[in-house]
């Protein structure tokens, strides 16, 4: 028998995503065009991340997203925000975050 990988198993069972995998489906990064300090987080379709933790919190600049179509948000747990923030929907490609730079907390896969 075969132990699963944090990945596989979240695909297999549901839940929260993970930070820091081997092979991250998006990469968060402090500075513009992906530089400075990253995160990796990894989720499989429904799954995602309520808090990115302090260490990021409020604290990205750009985004390499390589699977999937992940929605970001401004509070934890999936919340918007209050007055709610119009963060967009984004799938796979580079993006620099402009106005809504240094406002993510919470992030969620919605789509393969």
Same mark, same amino acid.
């Given at each position: 028998?075969?132990?699963?990988? *944090?990945?596989?198993?979240?695909?297999?069972?549901?839940?929260?995503?993970?930070?820091?995998? +081997?092979?991250?489906?998006?990469?968060?990064?402090?500075?513009?065009?992906?530089?400075?300090?990253?995160?990796?987080?990894?989720?499989?379709?429904?799954?995602?991340?309520?808090?990115?933790? *302090?260490?990021?919190?409020?604290?990205?600049?750009?985004?390499?997203?390589?699977?999937?179509?992940?929605?970001?948000?401004?509070?934890?747990?999936? *919340?918007?925000?209050? +007055?709610?923030?119009?963060?967009?929907?984004?799938?796979?490609?580079?993006?620099?975050?402009?106005?809504?730079?240094?406002?993510?907390?919470?992030?969620?896969?919605?789509?393969?």
């Amino acid at each position: 028998m075969q132990d699963l990988d *944090n990945e596989t198993a979240a695909t297999c069972s549901g839940g929260d995503g993970f930070l820091n995998g +081997p092979d991250p489906d998006v990469i968060l990064y402090k500075d513009p065009n992906l530089q400075g300090e990253s995160l990796g987080v990894n989720a499989a379709t429904g799954d995602g991340i309520p808090n990115i933790g *302090n260490a990021f919190n409020d604290q990205t600049s750009s985004i390499l997203i390589k699977r999937g179509v992940w929605r970001f948000y401004q509070d934890v747990s999936y *919340n918007q925000g209050n +007055p709610p923030a119009n963060f967009v929907v984004l799938g796979p490609g580079n993006y620099n975050l402009g106005a809504n730079n240094d406002n993510i907390t919470s992030l969620e896969r919605i789509a393969a």
